[in-house]
T-cell receptor, first 114, second 110 residues
Framework: DQQVKQNSPSLSVQEGRISILNCDYT??????FLWYKKYPAEGPTFLIS?????DKNEDGRFTVFLNKSAKHLSLHIVPSQPGDSAVYFC?????????????FGTGTRLKVLA | SQTIHQWPATLVQPVGSPLSLECTVE??????LYWYRQAAGRGLQLLFY??????ISSEVPQNLSASRPQDRQFILSSKKLLLSDSGFYLC?????????FGNGTRLTVT
């Protein structure tokens, strides 16, 4: 049972444009959401997070939006840069997943074209 | 700052051989520790997590086991590897901040 889903395995965007990565979850008890970025042969690095009490969190070029009613979150990268090319994972946590567990999606490979 | 050491970076093992991957952390004490696996075409699958010495929770029944003999040491083991054990194994810690990952071990079972 995939509780966190990233339905787009890949995305290509022109440099300077907006990249929008999407993530859906099934469990309404999740209350904390994160985005990670991963380069090949490296561990994922934390990008940005959002608590369920908010619907938006912004950090520089990265903004995460949360729509609790739709059980959907998205990561916006503006403007996109070639160095943003990587695999992006969303993750969720909450009482339903256990205090200590983060459930990850399958990832979206972003390619930013110069 | 919190640092995670994983070794080796790459490993090629024959089917049926044993496995031991070690993860050690620095810069923190009593962290929660995790083993994740990224298999080809799949996301990050949580395998084990530990909230303290000797405390291991298993998420997916499989051919692997984990141990935490010391506060900052987390070991992933197998007695007999299967082809399906191939993947990218990541150790992670959590102490206050979001999950922080090591650089992983690429395991290929042949």
């Amino acid at each position: 049972d995939q509780q966190v889903k990233q339905n787009s395995p890949s995305l290509s965007v022109q440099e300077g444009r907006i990249s929008i990565l999407n993530c859906d979850y099934t469990n309404s008890m999740f209350d904390y959401f994160l985005w990670y970025k991963k380069y090949p042969a490296e561990g994922p690095t934390f990008l940005i997070s959002i608590s369920s009490i908010k619907d938006k969190n912004e950090d520089g070029r990265f903004t995460v939006f949360l729509n609790k009613s739709a059980k959907h979150l998205s990561l916006h990268i503006v403007p996109s840069q070639p160095g943003d090319s990587a695999v992006y994972f969303c993750a969720a946590s909450g009482p339903s997943s256990g205090t200590y567990k983060y459930i990850f999606g399958t990832g979206t490979r972003l390619k930013v074209l110069a | 700052s919190q640092t995670i050491h994983q070794w080796p970076a790459t490993l090629v093992q024959p089917v049926g051989s044993p496995l031991s991957l070690e993860c050690t952390v620095e810069g923190t004490s009593n962290p929660n520790l995790y083993w994740y696996r990224q298999a080809a075409g799949r996301g990050l699958q949580l395998l084990f997590y530990s909230v303290g010495i000797g405390q291991i929770s298993s998420e997916v029944p499989q051919n692997l086991s984990a141990s935490r003999p010391q506060d900052r040491q987390f070991i992933l083991s197998s007695k007999k590897l299967l082809l399906s054990d191939s993947g990218f194994y990541l150790c992670a810690l959590k102490k206050g901040s979001p999950l922080h990952f090591g650089n992983g071990t690429r395991l290929t079972v042949t």
